[in-house]
Structures are given as C-alpha cells and as structure tokens.
C-alpha cells in the first residue's frame, strides 16, 4: 500500500507543475489570440486560424513600437501621452500601468538589484527588489533612503518599503532566481 501511495504522490508532483504550467500557457495564448481574433472571427467564420489573432496582435506592437521613433508619429504619441497624463483618475491608471511597463521592459530595469532588508528589532531577513534610490525627488526628508519592494509568498502583491540605505545590502542573486524563491515560499532555490 505504501508503494502505491508514493507512486501516487511522484504522479501529482510530476503532473500538477506540468497541467499548471500547459493552463497558464493556454489561457495566456487565448487571451492574447483574442485581442485581434476576436475582430477577425466574425470576417472569417469556419476559416479563422487559431493564433491569428496573436500573430497580427503581435505584429501591431510591433509596428507601433517602430511608428514610435518615427518624427511625426513620434510626435502624435507623446501628444496623447501628455493628455492621458493630465486627465483626472485616468492620469493614475495611466503612470502605473506605464511605470510597471518600462520597470520591466524599459531601459532601466527596476528589478534588476536583488537585496537583503534586515528587520528591524529581529534577525530576520528579507529578500527584496530596489525600485527606486532617488527618493528625495519624491520627498526631501526621505534622502538616504531606497524604495525596497517585498514581494509575497504565493501571489504576486507585495509591499514597498522606504528603508535607509545602510539597512540594505545588495546580493548577487539572479532577479528571476530571488523572485522564485521568494513567491515560493523560500521552496525554490537554484540549481
């Protein structure tokens, strides 16, 4: 009975990160595929192929990003850009979901500086991103101090912590490695 159980256990620890994994995948390509897809079904009917959608939604970012650095579309977007950026409520919305955009796309990372915080009054520790170490731009008596994002166990909220500079120590961790390990619950380590 034991054998059976085991081999019960080896199958969903097989299994579950496999189906997991292949859901994820799936959902992630329909919800893209139907970005476009969904204008394109009604044209096509029976003849519409699935991942179309995605292929052309694809090829638009594609073309946007390039009209982009164009002179006159250039110019067109950073007009709207200026006016979503000036428009109550939507001017929020708008600069975070643009600021987390360029964190991990842009540039200049945000997540690129794997660090230790230590806990005040304990000797515990915890692993976190630096978002940001110009925080005096943001609020004077705030000088010295880095903006520390803590992820959560299991999700993907967190916290953001204003912590003094001398309370954070970098590490040399892989950014996608310190965020396995921490949404994990500490489970994940590397190989």
Excluded: C
């Excluded at 080896?10 to 292949?22: E, K, Q, R, S």
């Excluded at 731009?137 to 903006?147: E, K």
């Excluded at 961790?173 to 390990?181: S, T």
């Amino acid at each position: 009975m034991k054998t059976i159980i085991k081999n019960f256990i080896n199958g969903v620890l097989t299994i579950v990160p496999i189906l997991v994994a292949g859901f994820v995948i799936y959902k992630s390509f329909t919800f893209l595929d139907s970005i476009l897809g969904n204008l394109l079904r009604p044209i096509f009917k029976e003849d519409y192929i699935p991942g179309i959608g995605l292929m052309l939604t694809l090829i638009l970012i594609t073309l946007l990003g390039w009209l982009s650095t164009q002179f006159v579309t250039g110019k067109i977007i950073k007009l709207i850009d200026r006016l979503l950026e000036k428009i109550p409520i939507v001017k929020t919305i708008y600069s975070v979901v643009k600021d987390t955009v360029h964190s991990f796309l842009g540039e200049k990372k945000s997540f690129s500086k794997v660090v230790m915080v230590n806990l005040p009054g304990t000797q515990m520790k915890s692993i976190g991103f630096i978002t940001s170490e110009n925080l005096d731009t943001f609020y004077q008596p705030l000088n010295g101090h880095v903006a520390v994002y803590i992820p959560q166990t299991f999700q993907v909220a967190g916290f953001t912590f204003l912590v003094p500079r001398e309370d954070v120590e970098v590490v040399d961790i892989k950014p996608e490695d310190a965020m396995k390990f921490v949404l994990s619950g500490g489970m994940t380590t590397k190989k």
